[in-house]
């Protein structure tokens, strides 16, 4: 079930730039995106999300963008904080199932 | 603390077994969702359930099955269990569709 992919296995920023994850979904009926975080031996966190009628949604330092042609969205986090290490997630729902990537491991380097 | 409960925690027990994972979801929350993650994978999704009814199945193997139950809380069962069946198996709430889940810190099963 590779409904929603995030290609990038890792991502390594400096602190204070811009870090920016990628996720790709192939169902166009996916309706509603969200972004997760998650630290070892936890749960994942809620992060942000984003309805399908919106391209755009910010909240503080993060920022997701939605490309529906593209199929494709993208979390912003600037500036970026060596707190913000940790795995994060994407993942897309019709409403009900919510289908999650493989995740993308940010590495936040003082 | 993201108000949801999975019980146990940790989970050892031998191929061939059956177990089941116990959910309290948030209070007020009707939805529960099930995912499994295996050896630092993504989270697959297996199952959903609103108000006690499955609404969406994922990639739910047929010796796994879960049930809601009146007062909302969720058991997922896992049989014949296989070797290959160790993993995280997180539970997740929400209040309805549209909405973001909040997930409990999930059950770590060993199968040996």
């Known amino acids: 079930d590779q409904q929603v992919k995030q290609n990038s296995p890792s991502l390594s920023v400096q602190e204070g730039r811009i870090s920016i994850l990628n996720c790709d979904y192939t169902?166009?009926?996916?309706?509603?995106f969200l972004w997760y975080k998650k630290y070892p031996a936890e749960g994942p966190t809620f992060l942000i999300s984003?309805?399908?009628?919106?391209d755009k949604n910010e909240d503080g330092r993060f920022t997701v963008f939605l490309n529906k042609s593209a199929k494709h969205l993208s979390l912003h986090i600037v500036p970026s904080q060596p707190g913000d290490s940790a795995v994060y997630f994407c993942a897309a729902s019709l409403g009900w199932g919510m289908r999650f990537g493989a995740g993308t491991r940010l590495t936040v380097k003082p | 603390d993201s108000g949801v409960t999975q019980t146990p925690k940790h989970l050892i027990t031998a191929t061939g077994q059956r177990v089941t994972l116990r959910c309290s979801p948030r209070s007020g929350d009707l939805s529960v969702y099930w995912y499994q993650q295996s050896l630092d994978q993504g989270l697959q999704f297996l199952i959903q359930?609103?108000?006690?009814?499955?609404?969406a199945k994922g990639n739910i193997l047929e010796r796994f099955s879960a049930q809601q139950f009146p007062d909302l809380h969720s058991e997922l069962n896992l049989s014949s269990l296989e070797l290959g069946d160790s993993a995280l198996y997180f539970c997740?709430?929400?209040?309805?569709?549209?909405?973001?889940?909040?997930f409990g810190q999930g059950t770590r099963l060993t199968v040996v």
């Open positions: 997740a709430s929400s209040p309805s569709r549209y909405t973001e889940a909040f």
């Open positions: 359930y609103y108000n006690g009814e499955e609404r």
């Open positions: 169902n166009s009926m996916f309706d509603y």
């Open positions: 984003i309805s399908s009628i919106k």
